[in-house]
Structures are given as C-alpha cells and as structure tokens.
C-alpha cells in the first residue's frame, strides 16, 4: 500500500520510488478519531532542501504537491498539515491489505517491509553480560544482559549474523585479592555447598582486612603475579572458582531466557596482551612513566597530557590491554563489520580510550566498533531490603506475582502457576528498564512494575493471554471468509492504522539501538486491543461479525508477540 503511493508520487515528483521510501510515513493513531493513514514529508523531497525555505514557501509547495495529486481506487482523500500531504487509504482496502500482509508474514512482519529493502545483512559481534568471576551475578548486569540480548535479538530477525559473546571477567588483581582472601578464610566444604555465596564472603572479608592490614594487599599481588607467570597451584584454584561461576551463571542465564555463542574472558588474552605491548612499543606509542607504569600518550599534542595507562610497574597486564587483544583477536576470528559493547555509562571514558588507541595502531576497523552505554537502576530493594543479587530480584518478581495473580479474581487456574510468575515478572523488569532511554538512570519501584493496569510489562502479558483465550474460545480466525466492510469502527480502524506503523518502529529501534520505540509501540497497541475489546465484542455477534473481529485481534495478538519476542520477553498464553 505504502509501495503504490511511492510509485504514485514518484510520478509527479519525477524522483525514483525508493528515494521516497523515508519520506513517506505511517501517521501515530490519534486519541480522538482516525485521521489520515499515511503522510509525506514534502521538505524532504522538494528541490529547495535549503535551510532559508521559509515555512510560507514550503506550506505553498505542499498545497502545489497536494492539488497534482487525485483519489482514486486506493486513497479516498488527500489533504495537507504543516508541511505534510496526509492520504487516507480506502478503509477496506487498508483492512485487508493490512490482514493479508500480518498473516503471511507472521513473525516476519515488519521485517519484510520495503524500509529494510536497501539494508545490506552485516557480521556484528555483541558482546554483553560480561559478569565477574567469584562474584554472585551482581543486579547490576541485568541491564547488559538483557538489553544486549535484545540487540542482538533485532539484528539477527532482520538477518544479520550475530555473534554473543560473554565476556567474562576471569582475570586481573581482584583474583589476587580474592586468591588470598580463600587462603586465610576459605573453606573447602562450603565451597562446594554453596559456591559462589561462600566465595563472595570471602572476597567481603578479604577487603575489610586489607584495609587495615597492608601485608594482605602485597599478598594479593604476589598471588596475581603467580596467576600471571601460570604457577600450577595458583592456576587450579583460579580454575576452580572460574568452572564453578560459569556452572551458576548459565542456570541464570536460562531464567532470563538469555544465550551466547561464546564464554570468552580476560584470561583469554592475558598472553596477547603481551603481543600487544610488544606491538605498542614497536609502533612507538609506548611510553614510561616515573613511576615505572606503561602509558599510551591520548593528547592532541602528543604532551602526555592525556594518557591510559596499558601496563603496571610489576609488568602485569591491565583491563584495557586485554580488551585491546580481545578486540584484535575477535577481528581476526569473526571478521565481523560491527562489534557492539553493552556496558554501564560509566565506561564510558575506558571505550572511547579503546578504540583510539585501536585507531592509533592501524587499526581503520576500529570506526567500526560501539560503546552502547546505559544509566543506573536506584532503589532496587527486596522486602529483605537493598539488593546486591540478580536471582533476589527474580524471585522477588515471580513471589510478588504469584502473589498478585492468587488474590486478582480473574486468573485462570495454571498448569504451572510458577512458571508462568517467572514470565510475567521478568517481563515487568524488562518494560520497567526498556521504557525509557537506556542511557537515563531510574528509580525502580516494585508496585509500578508489577501493576497490571497501565504500561507495564504485566499489561503487555495480560493483554497477549486474554487474545490467546479468545481465539481459544470463538477458533481460529480464516482470513478469507472476512467482510472488511464489517472493520470500519473508529476502534477497528486505529488498530489497523498502529499495526500499519509496525516496521517503522522496528527501523527505528534498528538505527539507534533503543527497545524504548518498539515498547512504546506494544503498549499503545494493547492499550488499543483492550478499548476494543469492550466495543467490538467477538461472542454473540452475528457471524460475519464475529469473523472479521476474530481476525483483527489475531493479528494485534500476533505482533504483540513479535514484540515481545524481540524485547526477550516469553509472551503467556494464560494468566
């Protein structure tokens, strides 16, 4: 539909038809009555592109655009906005051609749209997560983890080939802290009844007594340094910690429903990283500090004014020279076109180090490589008070809602009332965390996440599972037994101008990385659904009716599932 109005107006406009692809869009639903389907942005193709079009000219040239154009089989009006010529489609036409196209795409819709036809398919790595080793996952990587996984998610559906990787941090002077730590107060047997509680106990006793105890500190380096020259003993007990981490942190990563394609670490590179001094100091970018310390001189002038630190006086590998041979390795391994990094904000300064000193080595690709940088959660508290673990919050989220869902009068009875908690409360932390910009802090709030009225993640759920009863209770809908003349409610036709939107939302949240689009979009269509829901009821109306109606909600259940899916979010089919 929107491909015939491009032809249309490349015509008149004597543009070819794919320039007018971006300037054609689907108009947002209107709280009061439908309005137009589609609008063109006329100072995006006029000849005078120039800033001095003033706004009279341009409304002049919009009016002059408008009166070229006619109705006729496919659009029943033309009129014009500020700076916009605004086509209303023939409401049956936009019924079914909106219908057909849900249904034969499926869970491609939006992704066939011809806003993606000039998108050339590219090898991204991602890597997310990236917890610490010996640490019990810290609530602070939800939001790489799951953002990231969304990243990824979008650019594999729109047929990109993705790489996950987790990044894990394996190595570096905490392990000699916490290597040191396990000597003076570890103990063997809760170890291995409760791996990674005991070891954080450790590692919070260790650090109280390194404070005020400087012997403690010199401990932990000479351990680090042991670790570094692959001393036996110290290597197999670093190894202990690192398979009993990775054993916890995969069952969690099933709760999230989250994957990876690769485990890597900084431990991985500990060798490189001596390549890549040797590589520095080759190129002459290596530089001695009084200290003893290895810089790599950032200024602009080349004064030291600016410098990151690359090796320590001991000749022990840093964070950032690991990542540069990680970064190097993964080029060389994947030869991949973007590599995307998922961390807090507050890398910021540590990425933007990275990738210049990548630059200053030769490295061209490293114009190709990403910060996708994200603000803190605030207030994130269990009924047990402030929160340090990922798994506190989900059971808090599934308890809190296996709650809720025993005392609300419309849930169903479940096959597994737990399970289905787990879904709902997962999907209220990703809608609370997806709502807004990613690099925005929020304060986290338990009874706003888990409302089920209003835009939350347990709407979006309750929304899908109550069209998935529908369509239980009146079947299936057959798209071609339907009489479009029976969708021209005002209700009917704002569901078919939102899910008309679909693929543009998805270009956005493709070009910025923001989920914030696609939630906003899922929101605003369930909200939609259930005013619907109340005016075009399915049971009792006549067949035709029923019908036509059944069809609709099948097609809004269909792309809220798509959504959802790529937010990470598992979509219920009761509640």
């Known amino acids: 539909m929107k491909r015939f109005q491009q032809y249309k107006l490349s015509r008149v406009l004597n543009l070819p038809a794919e320039h007018l692809i971006k300037s054609i869009s689907a108009v947002p639903v209107s709280k009061n009555r439908p309005g137009a389907d589609f609008q063109l942005f006329v100072g995006s193709v006029v000849e005078n592109k120039s800033s001095d079009c003033s706004k009279p000219d341009l409304q002049l040239q919009t009016q002059r655009l408008a009166e070229k154009l006619k109705c006729d089989s496919v659009v029943s009006e033309i009129s014009t906005g500020p700076g916009t010529v605004n086509f209303t489609v023939n409401r049956e036409l936009l019924a079914k051609t909106v219908l057909q196209q849900v249904f034969k795409d499926g869970s491609e819709y939006g992704i066939k749209s011809e806003v993606f036809s000039t998108l050339t398919r590219k090898k991204i790595v991602i890597e997310f997560s990236s917890p610490n080793i010996a640490k019990k996952f810290h609530v602070g990587h939800l939001r790489s983890t799951i953002i990231g996984n969304f990243v990824a998610n979008l650019k594999e559906a729109l047929g990109h080939e993705v790489t996950r990787i987790n990044y894990l941090g394996d190595w570096g002077m905490q392990f000699g802290l916490l290597g040191a730590g396990f000597q003076q107060f570890g103990n063997e047997k809760e ?240 809608i609370q965390d997806f709502r807004g910009l990613l690099s925005s802090d929020y304060k986290f709030s338990w009874d706003r996440v888990l409302q089920s009225r209003g835009d939350t993640g347990v709407f979006l759920q309750y929304t899908h599972a109550r069209l998935h009863s529908l369509e239980q209770m009146c079947g299936n809908g057959k798209l071609t037994d339907i009489n479009t003349a029976c969708l021209q409610d005002p209700q009917a036709i704002s569901i078919l101008q939102h899910l008309l939107r679909y693929d543009e939302v998805l270009y956005k949240s493709s070009e910025d990385l923001q989920p914030k689009h696609i939630v906003s979009y899922l929101l605003t269509l369930s909200h939609l659904a259930a005013a619907a829901h109340k005016t075009l009821p399915v049971k009792g109306s006549a067949p035709e009716l029923a019908q036509a109606r059944l069809c609709l909600f099948q097609a809004v259940r269909s792309v809220l599932a798509n959504g959802m899916k790529l937010l990470g979010i598992t979509p219920v089919t009761q509640m």
């Open 191 to 430: 170890l291995k009844s409760n791996p990674l509680q005991h070891l954080f106990e450790v590692y919070v006793q260790v650090n109280k007594a390194a404070e005020e105890d400087e012997s403690i500190k010199n401990l932990a380096q000479d351990f680090f340094r042991k670790l570094e020259a692959r001393d036996e003993q110290t290597l197999s007990m670093w190894q202990h910690f690192r398979d009993f981490s990775i054993e916890e942190y995969v069952r969690i990563y099933k709760r999230l429903g989250v994957h990876f394609d690769d485990y890597s670490g900084e431990s991985f590179y500990q060798e490189k990283s001596q390549e890549v001094l040797k590589m520095l100091d080759s190129k002459g970018l290596l530089h001695k500090t009084i200290k003893g310390t290895k810089v790599v001189d950032l200024s602009e002038k080349r004064d030291l004014s600016l410098c990151s630190t690359v090796m320590r006086s001991d000749g022990t590998s840093l964070y950032i020279t690991r990542d540069i041979a990680a970064a190097i390795d993964r080029m060389n391994k994947y030869n991949c076109d973007t590599m995307i990094y998922v961390t807090d904000k507050s890398q910021f300064t540590h990425f933007e180090h990275l990738f210049q000193i990548l630059k200053l080595m030769g490295y061209e690709w490293a114009e190709r490589c990403q910060h996708l940088s994200f603000g803190l959660v605030q207030g994130m508290k269990t009924r047990k008070g402030e929160v340090v673990f990922l798994e506190d919050v989900l059971n808090e989220a599934c308890s809190r809602m296996l709650q809720n869902m025993a005392s609300a009068k419309t849930t169903k009875e479940l096959e597994n009332p737990l399970e289905t908690a787990e879904k709902i409360g997962l999907a209220a932390l990703i």
